[in-house]
Structures are given as structure tokens and as C-alpha cells.
């Protein structure tokens, strides 16, 4: 008789997060464990209601995920047969939240669930990860169960107000709105910027007396057309000419910067028949340290600085080396640590490893005598946690390249070299500092100027030299110097830039705005709002943000305010950390912003009712024309709507938008078409609007799309009405539509066309019921019909 099995004999079962995460894992387990994926979150809060009892404690209502279900009856299935279950999820917040829904959704037993965390997927790590055991951290699940409910009261309760307030479809975030606001703020900045005028003269000096080597200059200016010459051959020019650049720096004892081309021009008019000489010559040596290992947010800054990836791509290729992939011969290896990390902490044992490297690869002068440690800016950066470093230091980029594609290796070869470089000697330079000086009729003239060179490279070596500063000649005080150029230049001041997915990575960072964890989400959040748009990867505010942020900031000035977000965000940490009660910090929040939230229902005006003043005058009747926001975002209005109905279009900056006319006729009446640009973009419109309402799509280059060719009949009755199908055109192809629509929008595949064809032949089409026509089609989804079921939607067809 066969020996029953019982849970003791059962396989001990793993579960991950990723498919890709357990392969990997498999590949260092024993035939003893069976590893599965729960394919990331398993329970939420329904989207229906709130799911928050705001009276009892914050009492959270979780469901199982409709796309989960079959997930977590599989992974059930396997836990009621495993003796021991190990939850191996990420091992930051969101990770453990994750183990805890899933020990809660399959309903483990305590006794036999077991949580393991690495920082790396290597062999070494999954088993001592299994080795050590631990329960649960509440403090963690805590602190993301109290951030979930943070956003969904803030983003369930201000989201309506704002579609009763704004536009239907909006949302607002914790930390999503907060983003938004710095960058509405930073585009008002540069709107109110006023630029101010300054001059400055530069001066080429050879150090000797060759006036050939003017026109040598002259022609290599000429060389490069209309444009500058590049900076790296104007070093190169200088250099091998012994000749060097300097800047005007102070003249008769005060700083040079005047703000007009006269008094530019009579400086420049001294200076013309002085004598040059090198004032003087400072020389000391420098060093440039290497930059800590990543974590998560300079991870996303550099990505997005050298190799212009998003923040979200970033993410998703960096979790992709994290979890593993396929290495010839080497099976699927995890190529880095965990990539969502606020510390610069590395273990003892990659410190060692590194060092052995770079004595083995580049020689005993670029290993420092003691390992270098960094120090996190970051109070909450968790030491249990290390930096984003290769796993492995031997697998070096050229050693990975052909297993990689493209943008898997440039981000690794980006990781590979930031930590192998953190652990090399400083790169060390000669420094230069140079003076040169004239006597003039107005005073004297001191042209001042810099350049050093590279005596040793260090952890450049592996970063790759950058400079852009020029090697001067060899040069002693009272040495003659000749002016080659005197070039005066004339420049403005400049506002501050817009953000960049860098920068703005960078700010919320420095703010304490979210975690490094959440910036690729948020990133991508405030775009697919419609609250900002990048232009040549720089992020502005649309009319919707911009309008968003003015009433969110009226009305909710704490939730708004970055100082309060940032506070937040502490007191999740000091949840995960076990000084604080995530009931108590959730009932700290909800009062104020319940009282502030029932005010803003009373007291916020609906945006299109608001105007403002411009300085355009209505052409139609005269009046004020005035600013109003609409669907489509701002726009200009006769302020006498609705005796006076004109309206027009503005850009970003308030500028009234007139239709431009186009060397294109009207295909309906003959009269010039104007180039219009509505909520789809541009478009070719008629002049004679609107006695004429034709349009034209245009492409992407601007040029005129041809009709969208007709409607072809295919002799098919329609089965919800008396009308005939049609074929139409759509992006995916054609498809079989009625020819009474808008009024019957019946849709049917193009591929059940000859089986309609036969059908009808046969007088088994139209049917008589929905029901009858749902069975032809073999259609098997519930018929959402206005009228009941059974009953007939047309006549039955005559015999």
C-alpha cells in the first residue's frame, strides 16, 4: 500500500514577484523548493468606493485584484500542498506589503510562512537569505498600508471636486499635485523673468609676435560657416599654436560687465593699441574625487543626463538586470543589486572583490589605500540596504555585451563604471591660473583665464575624461603677450531653466517630496493627466495643470505645501521604524483636511467661470477680450459673451493665435484655407467658416491628408435596425459598420463577412433577437441591449 503523503513530504514553496525573478531563483534552489510569481500586487483597495473606514481606526477593505484571481487560486493551491512557504518579494516596503497580501489572500498558516530578502539574486545571497529566516516586519506593512490610504483619501476625496469644479476625468495626488506645483511655479518664474543686457570682451593672445597668426584665426573662423567652431577644435587650435583665450575681467580696478554696447565700445577702442603682458601665473595641483556608488534617484538623474532615458525606463531596465538574464554559459544571473535603494552603503565582501579587481585590471596606482566609504544626504537611507553595484565586478561590460540588447547595456556598463570608479585614486590635475594686463588711456585692463591639465587619469579611467578646459603655454610674469582678436560680445541674462526629468528627480529629492522608489511613477503620472507635456525634454505645465494647481493651491494649502508633503514623508519613515502609529499619524492628517475639504466644496468657483483680463480687443464688436478656460485649455472670449460669441485660440505665453492662410483651396467651395489648430493638432480649415465648415487632416509633415474614401456597401442588413452594413475605414483596418449611423452603431468583424453573406442567403440573417445574432456570430459576452432580452429588435425578416 502507497504511503500517504503529508504536508511534511510536500515541496517547499517560493514566491516571488516576477516570472524573470524565479527563474533566476530556480536556478539556485534545490529540487526541494518550487518557485512561483505572484505577478506583483495581489489585493487593493476596490476603485468602486473609498474602501477606508475613516471612523474605525482607518480600517482598510482589500480585495483580491480581478486580474489575480486566477493567480492566487494557483499559488493556494500550491501553499495548501507546500510544507513551508517562503515569501521572497522585494525587500523594501512595497515588497513586504506584498508578502503580507499574499500570506493574508492565501490564507497561510503563521507556522509554516517564512520571509527571506536579498539585496542581490546571486547564490551566495539566496542562501543565506534561506539560511536566516524572519517574520513579517508590520512596521513595514504599516507604513505602506498608511502611505496607500494617505493617497486614496487625498485622491478619492479632492478627484470629484475637481470634476464638479474643472473637467470631468481629473485626479489629484499626495505627491503627484506637489510635483506639479514646482513646475507651474518654475514656468511663472520664467514668465516673469525679464532679461537683462550685459557685454564682455575676449581676448586671443599669442605668446609671440607673429601677426600671420590673425589671419590663421580669421580663416579657421571662416572654416566653420556660420556656425562656432566646436569647442574641443578650438582647444585644439589654441594649443598647438601656443596662443590662449581670456575674458576681460576688470578694467580701470572695477568688475567688467557693462550693460550697453557704448560703453563696450569705448573700452574696446583703449584697449587697441595697448601693450599685453602676463600680470601673473598661479599654478597648484587639484584632484577630483569619484562620485559615490548609485542609488535610485542619481541612477535616474545620470540615465536620463548621458543616456536619455525616462525615469520609468530606467526602472523597468534597471529591475530587469536585477532579476536576471540570460548569460551564455552562465544561465540567468541577477547582473546588479536592488535598484530601489537610498543608501551608498557597499558590503565588506564587493568592496574587497572591486579592489582585487582594479589591482588585477589597471595596476596597483589606482587602488586607494582604504576602501572608500560614502555618507548618505539622505537621513532615512537604510544601511541594511547598499548602493546599485554590479553583483558581480567580473562580469564587465565587454564581458555582457553580446548577451545584452542595446539599452540593458549601456545602463549596466553606467552602473558597472560608477562603482568600480568609486573605489579607484582621484584623478589629479595641474591647475592654472593666469593674468594678463594693459595699461589703457581709461586704466588699466586685466584679462584673467584658466586651464589645467591631466597628470593622472584615477577613476577616469573607467568614467571617461571630461573637460573642456584649455592647456595653457608655458608662461612667467612680465612675460609680452600679443593680441591676436579683441571680441566684444553682447548677452543677456537668462531665467531658470525648466525642469528635465533630471533635475526634477533631483528637486523632489532635495524637497523630501516622495521616495527615490515612487519618482518614475510620479513622472509618469503628471503626464498621463495632461497636467504637464515635455518639449524637447523639458517639462511645462499645461492650461489643466496650471489651473489644477491654482485651485488645489487656494484650497488646500497644506496638502500643496512642500514643507507638509515632506513631513509626511518622515512619518511614514518613523512608521516603518516603530516610533509612530500609522493610525494615529493617518487621524493627525484626516481632521484638518476633512474641514478643509468640506470648505472647498462650498467655496471654490468653477474654473470656467472664472476670467481674466488681456490686452486684446475683440474684432468682431470692440469690447475687452478676455481669458477663459474651456476643454481644451485656455482661450480667448469677447468678455460680452453671449451678446458677442468670438472666440479664438491663445498660446502657452497668452498670445492671441490667428488662422494662417495656406496656398491650399477649399475642396467644396474654392476659397483659401487657413491653418487652424484645435484639441487634435493642426488642420487645414475653410476661410469661409462658417458658411463653410470643411476641414482637412494634415499629416505628420504638415501636407494635406486625402479624403477618407467612402463607405463601401456589401449587401448585409443590419440586425438591430432596417439600415444596410457598410465597410469602413479605421486605424486597425476595415470593419463592418451600419450605414445609418450615428443612429444604430452596430460593429462587426470584416472577418465574419462572407459568413454574413451566407447566412443571409440562407435566410438565417438578420435573426430575429440579439440573442439569435449573438449565437451566429459566436459571440459569448452578455448583450448589453436596452431592451429585454427575448424580445425582438427588428422585424422578423419576410420568408
Not at 145 to 157: F, H
Not at 311 to 338: F, W
Not at 552 to 558: D, G, I, K, M, Y
Amino acid at each position: 500500500m502507497a504511503k500517504q503523503k503529508t504536508p511534511n513530504d510536500a515541496a517547499n514553496l517560493v514566491i516571488v514577484e516576477s516570472p524573470a525573478k524565479a527563474k533566476t531563483i530556480r536556478h539556485y534552489l534545490g529540487p526541494g523548493f518550487s518557485v512561483l510569481a505572484s505577478m506583483g500586487h495581489v489585493r487593493d483597495l476596490p476603485s468602486r468606493s473609498l474602501s477606508v473606514d475613516v471612523n474605525d481606526e482607518f480600517k482598510p477593505t482589500y480585495e483580491i485584484i480581478p486580474a489575480r484571481r486566477k493567480t492566487v487560486a494557483s499559488l493556494k493551491k500550491a501553499a495548501d500542498q507546500a510544507s513551508t512557504v517562503f515569501l521572497a518579494t522585494d525587500l523594501d516596503r512595497e515588497g513586504e506589503a506584498i508578502a503580507w497580501h499574499l500570506a493574508q489572500a492565501l490564507d497561510i498558516d503563521a507556522n509554516r510562512t517564512r520571509r527571506v530578502v536579498f539585496n542581490a539574486i546571486t547564490k551566495s545571497a539566496i542562501q543565506q537569505a534561506f539560511a536566516q529566516p524572519h517574520a513579517l516586519d508590520m512596521d513595514k506593512v504599516n507604513a505602506q498600508q498608511a502611505r496607500r490610504i494617505l493617497d486614496r483619501i487625498v485622491g478619492y476625496e479632492i478627484s470629484p471636486l475637481l470634476w464638479r469644479k474643472v473637467a470631468r476625468g481629473l485626479s489629484a495626488g499626495r505627491v503627484q499635485s506637489v510635483a506639479v506645483r514646482l513646475i507651474v511655479d518654475r514656468e511663472r518664474e520664467i514668465l516673469a523673468f525679464k532679461p537683462e543686457e550685459y557685454w564682455r570682451i575676449t581676448g586671443l593672445f599669442a605668446t609671440a609676435d607673429r601677426p600671420d597668426l590673425a589671419q590663421q584665426w580669421q580663416a579657421f573662423l571662416a572654416s566653420s560657416g556660420e556656425n562656432a567652431p566646436a569647442a574641443a577644435d578650438k582647444l585644439r587650435w589654441l594649443t598647438e599654436r601656443q596662443c590662449l583665450e581670456a575674458c576681460l575681467s576688470t578694467f580701470a580696478g572695477q568688475p567688467f560687465r557693462p550693460n550697453n554696447q557704448a560703453d563696450t565700445g569705448r573700452v574696446l577702442e583703449a584697449l587697441q593699441n595697448a601693450s599685453f603682458a602676463v600680470a601673473g601665473v598661479q599654478t597648484k595641483p587639484a584632484q577630483s574625487f569619484p562620485p559615490a556608488p548609485f542609488i535610485t534617484s542619481t541612477l535616474q538623474q545620470q540615465a536620463a543626463n548621458r543616456l536619455r532615458f525616462s525615469a520609468a525606463a530606467t526602472m523597468r531596465l534597471a529591475q530587469q538586470l536585477y532579476e536576471g538574464v540570460e548569460i551564455k554559459g552562465l544561465g540567468s544571473v541577477g547582473l546588479i543589486t536592488y535598484m530601489r535603494t537610498d543608501s551608498t552603503h557597499i558590503a565588506p565582501e564587493a568592496l574587497a572583490e572591486v579592489r582585487r579587481y582594479i589591482q588585477d585590471s589597471y595596476g596597483p596606482d589606482y587602488v586607494p589605500d582604504k576602501p572608500r566609504q560614502y555618507g548618505s544626504s539622505n537621513k532615512a537611507a537604510q544601511e541594511a540596504h547598499e548602493a546599485i553595484r554590479p553583483t558581480d565586478v567580473r562580469l564587465s561590460p565587454d564581458r555582457v555585451r553580446a548577451d545584452l540588447d542595446d539599452r540593458l547595456f549601456r545602463l549596466y556598463e553606467l552602473i558597472w563604471a560608477r562603482f568600480v570608479g568609486c573605489q579607484m585614486n582621484p584623478a589629479r590635475w595641474l591647475v592654472t591660473t593666469l593674468t594678463v594686463s594693459a595699461d589703457t588711456p581709461l586704466g588699466q585692463a586685466v584679462f584673467k583665464t584658466s586651464g589645467r591639465k591631466l597628470l593622472f587619469d584615477g577613476f577616469m579611467k573607467v568614467a571617461g575624461v571630461s573637460t573642456d578646459d584649455q592647456i595653457l603655454p608655458a608662461l612667467q610674469a612680465g612675460q609680452p603677450v600679443w593680441a591676436l582678436h579683441l571680441q566684444p560680445s553682447q548677452h543677456f541674462t537668462i531665467p531658470p531653466p525648466r525642469y528635465g526629468e533630471a533635475s526634477l528627480v533631483k528637486t523632489l529629492e532635495a524637497k523630501g517630496i516622495g521616495r527615490p522608489s515612487t519618482y518614475a511613477a510620479i513622472i509618469s503620472t503628471i503626464q498621463e493627466r495632461g497636467y504637464v507635456e515635455q518639449t524637447d525634454r523639458k517639462f511645462q505645465p499645461t492650461d489643466l495643470g496650471m489651473v489644477v494647481t491654482d485651485k488645489l493651491t487656494e484650497h488646500f494649502p497644506r496638502i500643496m505645501d512642500v514643507a507638509f508633503t515632506s513631513h509626511m514623508e518622515e512619518q511614514l519613515d518613523e512608521i516603518e521604524e516603530g516610533q509612530c502609529d500609522w493610525a494615529e499619524v493617518l487621524r493627525d492628517f484626516y481632521g484638518p483636511f476633512k474641514e478643509t475639504l468640506d470648505l472647498a466644496h462650498e467655496n471654490m468657483q468653477h474654473a470656467k467661470a472664472e476670467v481674466q483680463p488681456s490686452e486684446y480687443a475683440c474684432p468682431k464688436c470692440h469690447s475687452p477680450l478676455v481669458y477663459r478656460f474651456g476643454k481644451n485649455g485656455r482661450f480667448l472670449s469677447c468678455s460680452t459673451y453671449p451678446t458677442c460669441n468670438f472666440a479664438c485660440p491663445c498660446d502657452r505665453q497668452g498670445k492671441m493665435v490667428q488662422p494662417e492662410p495656406t496656398e491650399f483651396k477649399c475642396p467644396q467651395c474654392g476659397k483659401e484655407m487657413f491653418l487652424r489648430r484645435g484639441r487634435f493638432g493642426s488642420f487645414l480649415g475653410c476661410s469661409a467658416y462658417p458658411d463653410c465648415k470643411t476641414i482637412v487632416r494634415l499629416d505628420k509633415q504638415g501636407q494635406p491628408l486625402p479624403p477618407k474614401p467612402p463607405a463601401a456597401p456589401c449587401g448585409v442588413r443590419c440586425y438591430k435596425c432596417e439600415g444596410e452594413l457598410v465597410i469602413r475605414q479605421s486605424k486597425r483596418g476595415p470593419f463592418l459598420g451600419c450605414g445609418r449611423f450615428p443612429k444604430c452603431r452596430t460593429i462587426i468583424s470584416m472577418k465574419q463577412l462572407d459568413l454574413l453573406r451566407k447566412l443571409q442567403q440562407e435566410g438565417a440573417w438578420p435573426p430575429a433577437t440579439l440573442e439569435q445574432a449573438d449565437e451566429l456570430l459566436g459571440r459569448h459576452k452578455k448583450t448589453a441591449a436596452a431592451i429585454p432580452a427575448g424580445r425582438p429588435r427588428r422585424k422578423p425578416p419576410a420568408a
